[in-house]
């Protein structure tokens, strides 16, 4: 576990890196890793929770977490303080079932930065969208439309999402500029750890023709 303070206006600049770090983790999704992040109420203090199985090696081998560690010096008050801490309980089990949800969230979080490389790595090949606009199927022609959508997004906001390990709803908002914020849901199938299936619901009186 680390826990440490940072200088009031590099609060944002630190959450933004380690948002990068966890977007690397979807991507990858590495095993035997655990690994949360808190930011406290006072907007500053973060503190990190780590298990991995090959002794912190999974973090330290990925590209973000190098560029979060890169400056740390200049945005905290103080050195992190680290120490050793054993699970005592756990529920539900860590990881345990959530399989799916990861790859939902790491698509729609893609989407919302415009990361198309991301979005492409988390589809199957053979892959099912569905959303009120339009019906594909196969990765170039979903990616092909993914991508001219979102030129219109500004961001997304994810408010929740749940799952199991083959299946996922994730609810968020998704902010553009012609059409302003939409309240969105995708119901996403997985399979060997890509999406298979996607269908998008939102209301669509805004962005009718």
């Not at 940072?6 to 977007?23: K, Y």
């Not at 949360?36 to 990925?62: I, P, Q």
């Not at 979060?68 to 050793?84: G, K, L, N, Y």
């Amino acid at each position: 576990m680390v826990q440490y303070r940072t200088h009031a206006a590099a609060a944002d600049e630190n959450q933004r890196l380690i948002e990068g770090v966890f977007a690397q983790l979807h991507r990858g999704q590495p095993a035997g890793l655990r690994y949360v992040v808190y930011r406290l109420d006072d907007d500053a203090s973060f503190v990190h929770v780590a298990a991995d199985e090959r002794d912190g090696t999974s973090l330290t081998e990925l590209t973000a977490f190098a560029e979060f560690q890169r400056d740390i010096r200049s945005r905290v008050q103080e050195a992190p303080r680290s120490s050793p801490a054993t699970v005592v309980g756990s529920y539900p089990a860590a990881g345990a079932g959530q399989a799916a949800v990861v790859v939902a969230v790491a698509f729609v979080e893609a989407f919302g930065k415009r990361d198309m490389s991301a979005v492409s790595a988390l589809l199957a090949d053979d892959v099912l969208f569905e959303s009120p606009r339009v019906r594909i199927t196969n990765a170039t022609d979903v990616l092909a439309a993914v991508t001219d959508f979102a030129q219109a997004v500004t961001g997304v906001d994810i408010i929740d999402a749940f799952g199991d390990d083959e299946r996922a709803v994730v609810v968020y908002d998704m902010h553009t500029g012609p059409f302003g914020t939409l309240r969105t849901v995708d119901h996403v199938v997985v399979r060997d750890g890509r999406i298979a299936a996607d269908t998008v619901v939102f209301d669509t009186h805004r962005i009718r023709a």
